[in-house]
């Protein structure tokens, strides 16, 4: 979806609210296609003091396998982003992934907001941020609670081991 720009690009303050939804389930992440639902955006582009600022919110609920305990999760997310939409760069070091050129005073916000959606995303497909993944002795999930297995790192049990190695 493009959006013009022109009724804002010469008057300081004024406001251009948007709203847009993303097909990104196509996009592919690890080994599996986890944005199954439409991306929901709503933000608004406003001229301050001659620059253009994109805010928006984008959220979407992800659908797919966590990349730690291996369960099939569905889980709402919700990002808020800011980008600067510029006609020309001034010069080269002021290109970073947060600033968008428009083009014949267009901002193409489906680049744009895929863009800002797939950099929030985190590096690994959890089921919840703070997933406690799986017992890699016995398997369990531990987000169910805590295993018996025997902590690995007891300190005790290395140093029995390097006692009965200096007696070999
Ligand atoms: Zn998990
Ligand atoms: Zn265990």
């Known amino acids: 979806m493009l959006l013009g720009l022109s009724t804002i690009l010469r008057t300081p303050d004024a406001v251009l609210p948007f709203e847009a939804s993303l097909d990104l389930s196509d996009l592919k992440f690890g080994s599996s296609y986890p944005v199954s639902e439409p991306v929901q955006a709503v933000g608004s582009v406003r001229n301050t003091a001659g620059v253009l600022i994109l805010r928006a919110n984008i959220r979407t609920v992800l659908h797919g396998s966590c990349d730690r305990c291996a369960v099939d999760f569905s889980r709402e997310v919700s990002y808020d982003v800011?980008?600067?939409l510029t006609r020309e760069l001034e010069n080269e070091d002021e290109a970073d992934e947060w600033t968008f050129l428009l083009e014949n005073?267009?901002?193409d916000l489906d680049d744009i907001l895929t863009t800002a959606f797939v950099l929030n995303m985190?590096?690994?497909l959890l089921c919840k941020p703070d997933c406690k993944g799986l017992c890699f002795r016995c398997g369990k999930n531990l987000n169910d609670?805590?295993?018996d297995c025997?902590?690995?790192s007891d300190p005790r049990w290395a140093v029995l081991g390097?006692?009965?190695k200096d007696k070999e």
């Open 82 to 84: 800011e980008a600067v």
């Open 105 to 107: 005073d267009h901002a």
């Open 122 to 124: 985190d590096s690994k």
């Open 145 to 147: 609670g805590a295993c």
């Open 150 to 152: 025997r902590p690995e």
């Open 162 to 164: 390097q006692l009965l």
